[in-house]
């Protein structure tokens, strides 16, 4: 059974950062396509980054490009999610997922297994 859990987050103020960590069990994740999602009150669940299973290429959506950085430690079999110069807008319950396949989609639907999130708050 794949389980992923979501830890690291908190409350910080705008331009504070925060580091992310998804650690898997039941499934090897440098072997899987891996994305962080995120979903703030009264809104659908956002694509934030993804990152392919074969060469590591990158997906960020633009919103978060340049602050944003998703990394992986096969060793411990966790992802993580350094997140800098955070904003009022951030705020939001981050999860991770994981998926078969090559591809990097930005539909949540297209992912197999979430965590169950952590909560990200970024006061002004």
């Known amino acids: 059974q794949v389980q992923l859990v979501e830890s690291g987050g908190g409350l910080v103020q705008a331009g504070g950062s925060l580091r992310l960590a998804c650690a898997a069990s039941?499934?090897?994740?440098?072997?899987?396509?891996l994305g962080w999602f995120r979903q703030a009150p009264g809104k659908e669940r956002e694509f934030v980054v993804g990152i392919n299973r074969i060469d590591d290429i990158t997906y960020y959506t633009d919103s978060v490009k340049g602050r944003f950085t998703i990394s992986r430690d096969n060793a411990n079999n966790t992802i993580y999610l350094q997140m800098n110069s955070l904003k009022p807008e951030d705020t939001a319950v981050y999860y991770c997922?994981?998926?078969?396949?090559?591809?990097?989609?930005?539909?949540?639907?297209?992912?197999?297994?979430w965590g169950r999130g952590t909560q990200v708050t970024v006061s002004s």
């Open positions: 039941g499934r090897t994740l440098s072997s899987y396509t």
């Open positions: 997922a994981t998926k078969s396949g090559l591809r990097v989609p930005k539909g949540p639907n297209e992912y197999e297994y």
